[in-house]
């Protein structure tokens, strides 16, 4: 286990009083697609609901592309690169992060991620997220009712991420800063 991040889910943990502990082992989560990422797939780790709505944490793997620009006006996001490389955007700043990285953005704080996969492998890249406080977990469940139906329904993509507090931006201009050129491990 990552030690930054045992010691942050740990002091976030203390905040969460009174609530039992939660357990999730690996493996043991359904996987969940969603839009606007059609090649992704997200699980839940821990659900808000099992935080008293401090947090929550799923994992997200990637083949291609990633959440387009973007802004959260209610939470705060953090990353941790499982296996990986990707190109953030934040703030208007582009920067490169592989695995074991961690990048944190607060809410209202613009922001994007890229995926390249050159070579249209199947193996994802894979990021744990974590959301302060939740609410980002019931987001991707309703998405993923709009995915199983109708891919193409924008105006309810739109009123769902307002209703969570995400406002899209406009697309990136990509900088080439040869984020894919190193060997994730």
């Known amino acids: 286990m990552h030690i930054v991040f045992v010691l942050l889910f740990c002091t976030v943990i203390g905040i969460v009083s009174g609530k039992s502990i939660t357990i999730t082992k690996k493996n043991s989560s359904a996987s969940i697609h969603t ?3 059609p090649n992704s797939v997200f699980q ?3 659900r808000g609901r099992e935080t008293n709505g401090t947090f929550v944490v799923f994992e997200a793997a990637y083949l291609n592309e990633g959440p387009g620009y973007h802004l959260h006006m209610k939470d705060d996001e953090l ?4 296996d990986g490389n990707v190109q953030f955007i934040v703030n208007g700043s582009q920067f490169c992060a592989s695995s074991g990285d961690y990048v944190y953005v607060p809410r209202f704080v613009s922001q994007g991620i890229r995926v390249y996969n050159p070579t249209n492998s199947t193996k994802p890249v894979k990021i744990q997220i974590m ?3 939740s609410g980002l977990d019931n987001f991707l469940d309703e998405i993923a009712l709009i995915y199983n139906e109708d891919r193409t329904n924008s105006t309810a993509i739109n009123i769902i991420s307002q209703k969570y507090g995400i406002i899209d931006l406009e697309p990136v201009q990509w900088k080439d800063l040869h984020c894919f050129e190193k060997t994730s491990t």
Request: no cysteine.
């Open 79 to 82: 990353f941790y690169i499982i």
């Open 131 to 133: 959301l302060f406080p």
């Open 35 to 37: 839009l606007p990422f």
């Open 44 to 46: 839940h780790k821990i």
